[in-house]
């Protein structure tokens, strides 16, 4: 009796673990969402939706740039010129790396970038100035936060927010 009470509440704990691969996944992209603008825009009768993620608060080896994702949906608006430029300073754009898809929302209506630049520690506020094809700029805002005041530490089970 002991042992099959005892067999019973591990497999119970086990499977409320936290650890789950699509639990931890869908931590991630919930907390990206935090951290993520959105803009509506319209060309030749297409509308269109950009968002910016800043991903640095949630990727799992810190970094020294200020890495984004920006997406577009749908993927059938035409692109013909993009940039990005952040805190005044032109931005490197490219295809988002496989390795970044796990903190984002994904669907196949969906163009997928990277945008990065070489980070300032002293910047606080990013603001995200973006030149879309023939379109008015717009612009998105970000704030840089201490890791320790939104992310659920490794080595204990707390969350500091």
Do not use: W
């Not at 099959?4 to 990206?32: E, G, R």
């Not at 968002?51 to 949906?73: E, I």
């Not at 608006?77 to 390795?99: G, M, Y």
């Not at 603001?127 to 080595?155: G, M, T, V, W």
Request: proline share 4%; aromatic share 12%; net charge positive.
């Amino acid at each position: 009796m002991r042992i099959s009470f005892l067999l019973s509440s591990v497999l119970f704990f086990s499977a409320c673990s936290m650890k789950d691969p699509v639990v931890v996944d869908t931590n991630l992209k919930t907390q990206t969402l935090m951290f993520s603008q959105k803009y509506k825009i319209t060309q030749d009768k297409l509308n269109a939706i950009v968002t910016m993620s800043y991903l640095n608060p949630v990727l799992d080896n810190s970094t020294q740039d200020d890495v984004f994702a920006l997406t577009l949906t749908p993927n059938t608006f035409k692109i013909q010129n993009l940039e990005v430029f952040i805190n005044h300073r032109k931005a490197k754009i490219q295809e988002l790396d496989q390795e970044l898809f796990k903190y984002l929302l994904q669907n196949n209506y969906t163009k997928y970038f990277k945008v990065s630049l070489p980070g300032i520690k002293t910047e606080n506020i990013i603001k995200a100035k973006i030149c879309l094809n023939h379109l008015p700029c717009f612009e998105l805002n970000f704030q840089k936060y201490p890791k320790s005041l939104y992310y659920r530490s490794e080595d204990i089970d707390t969350q500091y927010n």
